[in-house]
């Protein structure tokens, strides 16, 4: 065995044995009360917990904060922001408000959703009365729709957001969906534009912590708030929803440190092909997938797989000539590619296109989760000033 096969074994083996890479490997497996009961993704147990929190009179003892975290958060650059008046309406508000009244539902004592006729159940409402400083009062209506893993449906979104405006024209309507991928717009992520859309990482990052952080917090229930945080960051069907700043910090200490090692990993994984994740139908768990589904320029696409879902894209954007005044090659990073017109299609890093679909001169890389493979459609369309939606088939 050469040298350098034995220095790398070495630099491997000490990656393995490493104190910080035990810790990280134990993070990744360590069990909480959400994945003891076999829960950890019911979006039910989810709604039921976050309405706890924002519950005013909840025995997490911080009173109105973590709604009013909440609603600032909606400000947040990273949140997805809705067309119509709500934002301009909540930086009015927000600096100085104050709930009169306020009722949460599902909470510690009711469990119930919000049932509404032939719209559906609501898996968060909340209403009440804001104060302000010249003593008047406006009603305050928020919806908030959570997703896991099942599908988000833009007749759902629609039917939600049209409910809740008919009966309540006059009263601030916030309607929110939390979901662990965003798109480029709400009407892109959610199939109506009328909703603020957050992922599970900002919700850790910027509402959880601080709650973990605040004076008031009664200390019997912070260990609820540890576990669900413990939660969200495990993997379930190629979802995992945040990552913790713990992980990150050792992941950053670990490749400080076998940054050789990791680079010759990836180097390995890129030239076989297979450092993106699966695109074949099925994944670990032996679960298909069903077709996948988009909008655009208001016609729908139907594919079994990303491949099949790019070439019926890739056909209909050239013959309508949707790509002839824009720039190609493009991509979203200096490394790769999603559309090129040049022959033979190559990415900026060297590398041939791993799943190419050509057309009449053009070709798409292919090679993408189904996940990343929407929010590549999403960038394409948005370059291209095309409007693009999720659809459910």
């Known amino acids: 065995?050469?040298?350098?096969?034995?220095?790398?074994?070495?630099?491997?083996?000490?990656?393995?044995?490493?104190?910080?890479?035990?810790r990280y490997t134990n993070i990744l497996g360590e069990p909480n009360f959400f994945t003891i009961v076999g829960r950890s993704h019911f979006e039910r147990?989810?709604?039921?917990?976050?309405?706890?929190?924002?519950?005013?009179?909840?025995?997490?003892?911080?009173s109105d904060y973590v709604i009013k975290r909440l609603l600032l958060l909606l400000l947040d650059d990273r949140c997805l922001k809705p067309s119509g008046q709500a934002v301009a309406a909540l930086i009015q508000?927000?600096?100085?408000?104050?709930?009169?009244?306020?009722?949460?539902?599902?909470?510690?004592?009711?469990?119930?959703?919000?049932?509404?006729?032939?719209?559906?159940?609501?898996?968060?409402?909340?209403?009440g009365k804001l104060s302000n400083s010249d003593g008047n009062f406006q009603n305050i209506n928020i919806v908030i729709e959570l997703k896991i893993d099942s599908k988000i449906r833009g007749d759902q979104s629609q039917k939600y957001a049209d409910w809740l405006i008919k009966n309540y024209p006059d009263?601030?309507?916030?309607?929110?969906?939390?979901?662990?991928?965003?798109?480029?717009?709400?009407?892109?992520?959610?199939?109506?534009?009328?909703?603020?859309?957050?992922?599970?990482?900002?919700?850790?990052?910027?509402?959880?912590?601080?709650?973990?952080?605040?004076?008031?917090?009664?200390?019997?229930v912070k260990p609820f708030i540890i576990q669900y945080i413990k939660n969200l960051s495990v993997r379930y069907r190629g979802i995992k929803m945040a990552i913790t700043d713990e992980e990150k910090q050792l992941a950053i200490t670990l490749y400080d440190k076998y940054r050789d090692v990791f680079d010759s990993i990836f180097d390995a994984l890129q030239s076989a092909s297979v450092i993106e994740e699966s695109v074949s139908g099925a994944d670990?768990?032996?679960?298909?997938?069903?077709?996948?589904?988009?909008?655009?320029?208001?016609?729908?696409?139907?594919?079994?797989?990303?491949?099949?879902?790019?070439?019926?894209?890739?056909?209909?954007?050239?013959?309508?000539?949707?790509?002839?005044?824009?720039k190609f090659p493009w991509g979203t990073s200096t490394k790769r590619y999603i559309v090129t017109n040049v022959e033979p299609p190559i990415h900026p890093s060297g590398r041939n296109f791993f799943v190419p679909v050509g057309y009449e001169g053009f070709t798409m890389e292919a090679h993408y989760s189904r996940n990343r493979a929407i929010k590549v459609l999403d960038s394409l369309c948005t370059y291209i000033q095309l409007e693009f939606e999720l659809v459910e088939v």
């Open 171 to 220: 009263d601030l309507n916030i309607l929110i969906y939390l979901l662990p991928n965003l798109l480029t717009t709400p009407k892109a992520t959610v199939g109506d534009a009328r909703w603020f859309c957050l992922d599970y990482q900002i919700l850790h990052d910027r509402l959880l912590l601080p709650i973990l952080g605040h004076p008031n917090l009664n200390e019997r």
């Open 284 to 326: 670990s768990t032996g679960r298909l997938y069903d077709k996948m589904a988009v909008k655009i320029d208001e016609k729908i696409f139907v594919g079994v797989d990303v491949k099949d879902l790019f070439k019926q894209v890739l056909e209909y954007l050239v013959d309508t000539n949707k790509l002839s005044n824009f």
């Open 93 to 127: 508000i927000l600096p100085t408000l104050e709930f009169e009244s306020l009722e949460v539902v599902p909470n510690e004592n009711n469990s119930t959703e919000i049932h509404v006729g032939n719209v559906g159940r609501f898996d968060i409402y909340a209403t």
């Open 45 to 62: 147990w989810h709604s039921c917990f976050i309405g706890w929190l924002l519950d005013s009179n909840g025995t997490h003892l911080l």
């Open 1 to 22: 065995m050469s040298s350098q096969k034995i220095d790398f074994t070495r630099r491997l083996l000490g990656l393995l044995s490493d104190p910080v890479f035990i």
